[in-house]
T-cell receptor
Framework: DGGITQSPKYLFRKEGQNVTLSCEQN?????MYWYRQDPGQGLRLIYY???????QKGDIAEGYSVSREKKESFPLTVTSAQKNPTAFYLC???????????FGDGTRLSIL | SQKIEQNSEALNIQEGKTATLTCNYT??????LQWYRQDPGRGPVFLLL?????KEKRKERLKVTFDTTLKQSLFHITASQPADSATYLC?????????????FGRGTSLIVHP
């Protein structure tokens, strides 16, 4: 079945540590996205990529980095510069301007 | 600035009734509105899309309306069931200018009581 796979489901970060969240899709979509969701908040866009080897900052990119070396993969690194990383992180993909986004089941990141 | 807003209070209804959820937008004209369902600990799942030149869309027990005068979209679930209990998100992007990437509302929690 086609879809988006995020791993791990739960992740813990120590102070000063960088952590990387994985996102893989087999939908053959060009565009991929990373969102952050906090309790009672809407989804906030961190980074997005419309094509391989290209990506743009979203509304809250500070403290995060991404890469898009393959069409299927869009990993997100939460760096030590992100002072409040505890949140639910969602990866999505779509094909076309109005097309609905397909989401993974998220990674919940907490601080140790 | 562009805003998309949903009622933050949970909607509690009895099984069999129609649930109606509201999505309001300000300071822009959406090209479309999308509705998603999100269960706890899961990613959102797409339900319906309605474009700015459409008044109504239906899919099984779901109906979405788009009123550009009221700047509002309504999402209806008829003959609601406890399994419909979830958070429902609306999302939209402007017709022109700005980003084509949709902005999401905070979501409204629906609780259907048996």
């Amino acid at each position: 079945d086609g879809g988006i796979t995020q791993s791990p489901k739960y992740l813990f970060r120590k102070e000063g540590q960088n952590v990387t969240l994985s996102c893989e899709q087999n939908l053959n979509h060009d565009a991929m996205y990373w969102y952050r969701q906090d309790p009672g908040q809407g989804l906030r866009l961190i980074y997005y990529s419309q094509i391989v080897n290209d990506f743009q900052k979203g509304d809250i990119a500070e403290g995060y980095s991404v890469s898009r070396e393959k069409k299927e993969s869009f990993p997100l690194t939460v760096t030590s510069a992100q002072k409040n990383p505890t949140a639910f992180y969602l990866c999505a993909s779509n094909q076309g301007r109005e097309q609905p986004q397909h989401f993974g089941d998220g990674t919940r990141l907490s601080i140790l | 600035s562009q805003k998309i807003e949903q009622n933050s209070e949970a909607l509690n209804i009895q099984e069999g009734k129609t649930a109606t959820l509201t999505c309001n937008y300000t300071n822009y004209s959406p090209a479309y509105l999308q509705w998603y369902r999100q269960d706890p600990g899961r990613g959102p799942v797409f339900l319906l899309l309605i474009r700015e030149n459409e008044k109504e869309k239906r899919k099984e027990r779901l109906k979405v309306t788009f009123d550009t005068t009221l700047k509002q979209s309504l999402f209806h679930i008829t003959a609601s069931q406890p399994a419909d209990s979830a958070t429902y998100l609306c999302a939209s992007a402007p017709q022109s200018g700005g980003s084509y990437i949709p902005t999401f509302g905070r979501g409204t929690s629906l609780i259907v009581h048996p």
